[in-house]
C-alpha cells in the first residue's frame, strides 16, 4: 500500500512523523473522508446518501417530527451501509498509535463507530453514532441491532409507547451534545499536535478544534486527498488516501 505513494508524499510523511515525534500530547480530528475507504461513501460527494435523499427533507429534526417514514427510509438506507462496513487501515492505525502512546484522542465527525470497531478506545463522537437509539417520546433505549429483523414496511421505527424511534446522532439544526463540545474542547486546549483526516474543513463548530490547537502554538498535519478550507494552517499537508498515509506514519512512529 505504501508502494502507491509518490517520492513527494513519502517526503511529507517523513517530515510529519518528525514533527509527532516531537509531540507532548497528539490528538486526531476526523471526518468522511477516513471512512471512505471502508465503503462509506461521503454523504456529499457523487454516489453519496445525498444525490438519493434531500437532506432538508430527511435529516432535520423538523423532518423527523413532521415526516418520520420519509426520515427512516434514509435512515434504512444509511444505516445499511454502516453495517456493512468495517475498520480499514487508517482507522487501524490510529487505534494502533492509541495503544502505543502515541495519540491521545480521537475526535470524530463520523456517526458510523469504525473508530471504536478498530480499538481505538478514546474517542469523542462529534455528532453521535447511528448504533444508539431511542425513543423520542419516553427516551428508552432501543437496540439497534433490530433493524435488521425490521420489515422495510415498518417506517418508522415506533416504540412500544407510540413515540417514534431515533438514532443518537446530530440531525441538521441540532445542537452539538454539551458533553462532546465540552471534552473536545478539552482535549484541544491540552493538545501541542493536531492530525486532521478526511475532513475539508466545511463544517461547525468541528472545524474550529484544528485553530484552537494552533492558537497556543500546536502543529498541524492534514491528510486529505484534494484541498481543504485550512489553506495554510497545516505544517504538512498530505495529498494521497488516509488509508496509505496513516500506516505509513504509523510505521515510522513505532
Known amino acids: 500500500m ?21 509531540a507532548r500530547c497528539p490528538i486526531a480530528s476526523t471526518g468522511a473522508g477516513i471512512s471512505v475507504p471502508s465503503g462509506i461513501p461521503d454523504f456529499r460527494s457523487p454516489g453519496g446518501l445525498w444525490e438519493k435523499h434531500d437532506p432538508a427533507e430527511v ?5 423527523l417530527r413532521s415526516r418520520p417514514a420519509r426520515v427512516w427510509e434514509f435512515l434504512f438506507d444509511a444505516l445499511d451501509i454502516f453495517a456493512n462496513a468495517a475498520p ?15 495519540l491521545a484522542a480521537v475526535i470524530t465527525q463520523n456517526i458510523d463507530g469504525l473508530h471504536q470497531a478498530a480499538g481505538s ?36 421505527w415506533e416504540c412500544e409507547c407510540g413515540g417514534v424511534v431515533r438514532p443518537d446522532i446530530v440531525f441538521f439544526g441540532e445542537q452539538i451534545p454539551r458533553d462532546a463540545m465540552t471534552r ?7 493538545a501541542d499536535l493536531v ?36 489553506g495554510t494552517m497545516a505544517d ?19
Open 2 to 22: 505504501g508502494n502507491d505513494l509518490t517520492k513527494a508524499q513519502h517526503a511529507a510523511i517523513e517530515e510529519a512523523a518528525a514533527i509527532w515525534r516531537e
Open 88 to 102: 480499514n487501515p487508517a482507522h487501524t492505525a490510529l487505534a494502533e498509535l492509541e495503544r502505543t502512546g502515541r
Open 59 to 63: 435529516a432535520t429534526l423538523q423532518a
Open 184 to 190: 473536545s474542547f478539552a482535549v484541544a486546549q491540552e
Open 121 to 156: 478506545r478514546n474517542v469523542i463522537e462529534f455528532h453521535g453514532n447511528s448504533t444508539r437509539l431511542y425513543c423520542m417520546r419516553c427516551k428508552r433505549d432501543h437496540d439497534a441491532a433490530r433493524i435488521t429483523t425490521l420489515p422495510s414496511a415498518d417506517r418508522p
Open 236 to 254: 504538512v499537508a498530505i495529498r494521497a488516501g488516509c488509508e496509505a498515509v496513516l500506516p505509513a506514519l504509523a510505521k515510522r512512529l513505532m
Open 195 to 230: 492530525i486532521v483526516v478526511g475532513t475539508s474543513g466545511e463544517v461547525a463548530p468541528a472545524n474550529t478544534i484544528p485553530a484552537t490547537v494552533k492558537a497556543r502554538g500546536g502543529k498541524m498535519i492534514e491528510v486529505n486527498l484534494g484541498p481543504s478550507t485550512f
